[in-house]
C-alpha cells in the first residue's frame, strides 16, 4: 500500500484545514492509520489514529478538543480535520498505517506517506 497526504497550507491561527491520507496499491481494510506531526526543530509527534474498523483511540492532548480523524472505507482515505489552528501547529503532517495495529509511535509504522506542510500564522 501506498500512502499520499495532502490538504496542508498557509492559514491564519482559528483557522481550519482538513487533510486527507489517500491509499493506493491495495485498500487499507485491515490497517490502523494515524496521523504524525515533525515541527520545525522537533520530534515526530503523534497526532491520532484510527483502527481498521473505525474506532479512535485518544488524540494527543495538545489537539483534543481541535482535531479528529475520520476514514472513508468506500473511498480508502483517511481525514484529519483541523480546527481552532494555533501557529504551534506548524509542522509537516504525515500519515502512516500499520496492519491491524494504529501506530501511535513510529516504531509501530509499517508504510509511511509523504508529508504535507502545514503553516499557521498568527
Known sequence: VQL???GGGLVQAGGSLRLSCAASGRALGNYGVSWFRQG???D???VAGVSW???NIPEADSVKGRFTISRDFARNIVYLQMTNLKPEDTADYYCAASRFRIPDNGILVD???QGTQVTVSS
Open 40 to 42: 520545525p526543530g522537533k
Open 53 to 55: 474498523t473505525g474506532g
Open 111 to 113: 508504510v509511511w506517506g
Open 44 to 46: 515526530h509527534e503523534f
Open 4 to 6: 499520499q497526504a495532502s
